[in-house]
């Protein structure tokens, strides 16, 4: 069990009107990914909020890949063993870098709310900041989805509940 989380959120973008909440939502994702591993003491995660640009940018940098993306993560540790904060003692994670704007969009084609959106992309980055991996599929790939939704479920905001009926 955790002792404490920390988790600082950076708003660098000004596409998309954060929500009330919305922050609240992020640090819960946050929370609940690093209980479900059973990661214990204090730990900290960045979350930096971006545009379709910026993350478009970070990820030809980063990765090569000339496009925007919606969440990018920089995982800072290995095999459940991170880097220590020398001052304050604290685990830490990682950095998550969000597109708002792309979340938004992928909200609306999906048919979910953005809460949801966002809430996932979170939850998704998080397993990648705690070694999980979808990218080579197969069973590491139906692990990953299962942490993530069963993250999900607890948060309340599971994809039976998410969808919006047109009536």
Request: charged share 25%; with cysteine; glycine share 8%.
């Amino acid at each position: 069990m955790l002792k404490k989380i920390r988790v600082d959120i950076e708003n660098r973008q000004k596409a998309v009107k954060i929500p009330t909440g919305l922050r609240m939502l992020i640090r819960r994702c946050c929370h609940a990914a690093l209980d479900l591993e059973g990661v214990e003491g204090t730990a900290l995660v960045d979350v930096t909020l971006v545009d379709n640009d910026l993350i478009h940018q970070i990820n030809l940098e980063q990765r090569g890949i000339d496009a925007p993306t919606d969440v990018l993560s920089f995982p800072l540790g290995e095999n459940g063993e991170f880097e220590v904060h020398p001052e304050t003692g604290e685990k830490l994670i990682g950095n998550i870098v969000l597109s708002l704007e792309q979340a938004q969009k992928q909200a609306e084609d999906f048919g979910h709310s953005f809460n949801r959106e966002v809430g996932y992309l979170t939850v998704h980055s998080m397993f990648h900041l705690l070694g999980y991996d979808h990218v080579n599929g197969g069973l590491e790939a139906v692990h990953m989805r299962e942490k993530e939704e069963t993250v999900m479920d607890q948060i309340g905001l599971s994809r039976i509940n998410s969808y919006v009926l047109d009536e």
